[in-house]
């Protein structure tokens, strides 16, 4: 529209006079309510967005220019201004009270013209998409901080000598697990889930067990592979991002550092909002021992900003993160995959159990109740649907509930759909406690301490929420009147939630065990043993490990127990054959 001059009317308000401001200086600030508007003479200014909660910064392509009056339509609502608003370069202007606003709109026609030309820059219907991409590119300084010291971290170890890091992974591993107590005290205090002493429990495997198991596995410059005239030698890969699930605080931040350090990587955690505060306690710790040995403590680093989507998508989008090692929801798992950075992803468990006729049926039972209440049934991999075989049905009932099991009767199991999945999903407030917690909150009880609820699935519908994982001391118990039956239903269940990761087999029975493997579209397939301990290797031939691969089938890259050999690149060399 063709400008036009407003200075004779500006001139005929009193005491108006004509003031500047620098290049780079804010107009007006974002949340804030004017007590005056800003009409530009000369020179331009931009609009940003600030996020405040993790101090950035994107600048915005709305400009304003002479004749343009800035804030008006902040100052005639009383409302605050969506963005800042900053000089382009030296810029001459007037000020404006609302008084003064409103004189000019009732006497000169035209500049209610530029109040809307003014407006429709800042209504811009693509405005708030622009500003939220820009944010989102936008650099987080901590986050440029963080990373920085990681990568120089990384370049700073790779010329120590073997036994270093393998003390060094000692030394880490036996500090925190001499904190065991008080970090899991601190666990169950803040995520509001669990059990103390198994927690403890989980902790010495997530360090002293794991540390032993790394000692003396070749690293970084090795020949970590020689076969058919190549050879394979160890690379590290750089800065890797591990996000580390509620259900395993202490444990998992604990291996996934150790299996960094052994591949010569730097790590940054993040830890769930829910136990933020002990993943820091445990980051403090292992930096401490870093200290002492004279190695970076950049070696693992947490942000210390609150826990956010953004800031997560900060670090996994980062150029200089080279690899992300994500365990926890659906959701988080899926975006670390689409953030463009290599990962591997753990996803749901809810594992199938068959309880085959030909199994000790006495051991069957008390590894169940043993497995599903240890730490109130949050370990991914632990049991989560027992299929009995009719002919044992009633004697492994009798056994489980010898062992502190409640087989739950139609009523109990109305009570539990209706409050403890109440719209047919878990209710958050239930997820790890134990069974005997569950049952007071029901007024259900019997005449022993109840370690574990098993809840029949006959007469519920096939989208019943007992089918699904339940991270809690909950078991749904399915009569099995054949072999097929076991299978289609393992397959089912599996395809519904679960998949990839574990399903678990009580049987003497080889070729059925052999059967229900190659039918169980999962990763893992334990055999008569507990699932808890089982599906991280602790009493069985798989790689001991807190972060288990799901395969394809559960949207990974890995099917594997994953381990520091999944943190290194392989350089190979290979020789001309005659």
């Given at each position: 529209?063709?400008?036009?001059?407003l200075?004779p009317?500006?001139d005929?308000?009193n005491?108006?006079?004509h003031?500047k401001?620098?290049?780079?200086e804010?107009l007006?600030a974002?949340?804030s309510?004017?007590s005056h508007?800003f009409?530009i003479?000369?020179?331009?200014?931009?609009l940003?967005?600030?996020?405040?909660?993790?101090d950035?910064?994107?600048?915005l392509?709305t400009?304003?220019?002479t004749g343009d009056c800035?804030g008006?339509?902040?100052?005639l609502s009383?409302q605050?201004c969506?963005?800042?608003?900053?000089?382009?370069?030296d810029?001459?202007?007037?000020t404006?009270t609302?008084?003064?606003?409103?004189?000019?709109l009732?006497d000169e026609?035209n500049f209610y013209?530029l109040?809307?030309?003014t407006?429709?820059?800042q209504m811009?219907v693509?405005l708030?998409n622009?500003?939220?991409m820009a944010?989102n590119q936008?650099p987080?300084?901590e986050?440029?901080f963080?990373?920085?010291g990681?990568?120089?971290a990384h370049?700073a170890?790779?010329?120590?000598?073997?036994?270093?890091?393998?003390?060094?992974?000692m030394?880490?591993?036996n500090?925190?697990?001499?904190?065991?107590?008080?970090l899991a005290?601190l666990t169950v205090?803040?995520?509001?889930?669990g059990?103390?002493?198994h927690?403890?429990q989980?902790i010495?495997l997530g360090?002293?067990?794991?540390?032993?198991?790394?000692?003396?596995?070749?690293g970084?410059?090795?020949?970590i592979?020689?076969k058919?005239?190549?050879?394979?030698?160890?690379?590290?890969?750089?800065v890797?991002?591990?996000?580390?699930?509620v259900?395993?605080p202490v444990?998992?931040?604990t291996?996934?550092?150790?299996i960094a350090?052994?591949s010569?990587n730097?790590?940054?955690i993040s830890?769930?909002?829910?136990?933020k505060?002990v993943g820091n306690?445990?980051?403090?710790?292992i930096?401490?021992?870093l200290?002492q040995?004279?190695?970076?403590v950049?070696?693992i680093?947490?942000?210390?900003q609150p826990s956010?989507?953004a800031?997560?998508q900060?670090?996994?989008?980062?150029?200089?993160v080279?690899f992300?090692?994500a365990t926890?929801?659906p959701?988080?798992?899926?975006?670390?995959?689409?953030s463009?950075t290599?990962a591997?992803?753990?996803?749901k468990?809810n594992?199938?159990v068959?309880?085959?006729?030909?199994?000790?049926v006495?051991?069957?039972?008390?590894?169940v109740?043993?497995?599903?209440?240890f730490?109130?049934g949050i370990?991914?991999g632990?049991?989560n649907?027992l299929?009995?075989d009719?002919?044992?049905?009633d004697d492994?009932?009798?056994?489980?509930?010898?062992?502190?099991?409640a087989?739950?009767?139609?009523?109990?199991i109305?009570?539990?759909?209706e409050v403890?999945?109440?719209?047919?999903?878990?209710?958050?407030?239930f997820v790890?406690?134990?069974?005997q917690?569950v049952?007071d909150?029901?007024?259900?009880k019997?005449?022993?301490p109840?370690?574990?609820i098993?809840a029949e699935?006959?007469g519920?519908p096939?989208?019943t929420?007992l089918?699904?994982?339940?991270l809690?001391?909950?078991?749904?118990v399915?009569?099995i009147?054949?072999?097929?039956q076991?299978?289609s239903?393992a397959?089912a269940?599996?395809?519904?939630?679960g998949?990839?990761h574990?399903?678990i087999?009580h049987s003497n029975?080889e070729?059925?065990v052999?059967a229900?493997?190659?039918?169980a579209d999962?990763?893992r397939?334990?055999?008569?043993?507990?699932g808890?301990?089982g599906?991280?290797g602790?009493?069985?031939?798989l790689q001991l490990?807190?972060?288990?691969?799901?395969?394809t089938?559960?949207?990974?890259?890995t099917s594997?127990n994953?381990?520091?050999e999944h943190?290194l690149?392989i350089?190979?060399?290979?020789?001309?054959q005659?």
């Amino acid at each position: 529209m063709e400008m036009v001059d407003l200075r004779p009317s500006l001139d005929q308000l009193n005491g108006l006079t004509h003031k500047k401001a620098a290049a780079g200086e804010c107009l007006l600030a974002q949340n804030s309510k004017p007590s005056h508007c800003f009409y530009i003479l000369s020179g331009q200014a931009h609009l940003e967005v600030h996020d405040k909660e993790l101090d950035r910064k994107a600048r915005l392509s709305t400009t304003f220019t002479t004749g343009d009056c800035i804030g008006a339509k902040e100052l005639l609502s009383d409302q605050a201004c969506m963005h800042n608003v900053i000089a382009d370069n030296d810029i001459e202007y007037i000020t404006l009270t609302l008084p003064e606003l409103r004189k000019l709109l009732l006497d000169e026609p035209n500049f209610y013209s530029l109040i809307l030309q003014t407006l429709s820059k800042q209504m811009n219907v693509a405005l708030q998409n622009e500003a939220d991409m820009a944010l989102n590119q936008a650099p987080i300084k901590e986050v440029e901080f963080i990373v920085s010291g990681a990568n120089a971290a990384h370049e700073a170890i790779q010329n120590l000598p073997e036994n270093a890091i393998d003390d060094a992974i000692m030394a880490v591993a036996n500090a925190v697990n001499d904190q065991a107590d008080n970090l899991a005290k601190l666990t169950v205090l803040e995520s509001g889930m669990g059990v103390l002493e198994h927690k403890i429990q989980k902790i010495k495997l997530g360090t002293v067990a794991v540390a032993q198991g790394l000692q003396g596995k070749p690293g970084v410059g090795s020949v970590i592979e020689q076969k058919d005239g190549s050879t394979g030698l160890a690379n590290s890969m750089g800065v890797v991002f591990a996000m580390i699930p509620v259900t395993n605080p202490v444990e998992t931040l604990t291996f996934k550092f150790l299996i960094a350090l052994k591949s010569r990587n730097a790590i940054i955690i993040s830890s769930h909002r829910k136990a933020k505060n002990v993943g820091n306690q445990t980051v403090e710790i292992i930096q401490n021992v870093l200290k002492q040995l004279d190695l970076p403590v950049n070696l693992i680093q947490t942000a210390q900003q609150p826990s956010s989507r953004a800031l997560t998508q900060a670090f996994m989008t980062h150029d200089d993160v080279h690899f992300i090692l994500a365990t926890g929801g659906p959701s988080m798992v899926k975006s670390a995959y689409q953030s463009g950075t290599p990962a591997i992803g753990v996803g749901k468990g809810n594992a199938p159990v068959w309880i085959e006729k030909t199994c000790d049926v006495k051991k069957a039972a008390d590894d169940v109740v043993f497995s599903k209440s240890f730490d109130n049934g949050i370990v991914c991999g632990s049991e989560n649907n027992l299929l009995v075989d009719a002919d044992i049905y009633d004697d492994f009932l009798t056994h489980a509930q010898n062992a502190g099991a409640a087989v739950f009767n139609d009523f109990e199991i109305h009570a539990l759909l209706e409050v403890v999945f109440h719209d047919d999903h878990l209710d958050s407030r239930f997820v790890g406690k134990s069974a005997q917690d569950v049952c007071d909150e029901l007024g259900i009880k019997r005449d022993y301490p109840i370690k574990l609820i098993l809840a029949e699935t006959q007469g519920q519908p096939e989208n019943t929420p007992l089918l699904k994982e339940k991270l809690l001391p909950v078991l749904s118990v399915t009569k099995i009147h054949n072999d097929d039956q076991a299978m289609s239903l393992a397959k089912a269940i599996l395809a519904d939630e679960g998949a990839g990761h574990t399903a678990i087999i009580h049987s003497n029975n080889e070729q059925l065990v052999k059967a229900y493997a190659q039918c169980a579209d999962v990763s893992r397939v334990l055999v008569n043993g507990a699932g808890t301990l089982g599906c991280i290797g602790a009493n069985n031939g798989l790689q001991l490990s807190w972060t288990l691969g799901c395969g394809t089938q559960g949207g990974g890259a890995t099917s594997d127990n994953v381990s520091y050999e999944h943190l290194l690149n392989i350089k190979r060399i290979a020789y001309a054959q005659n």
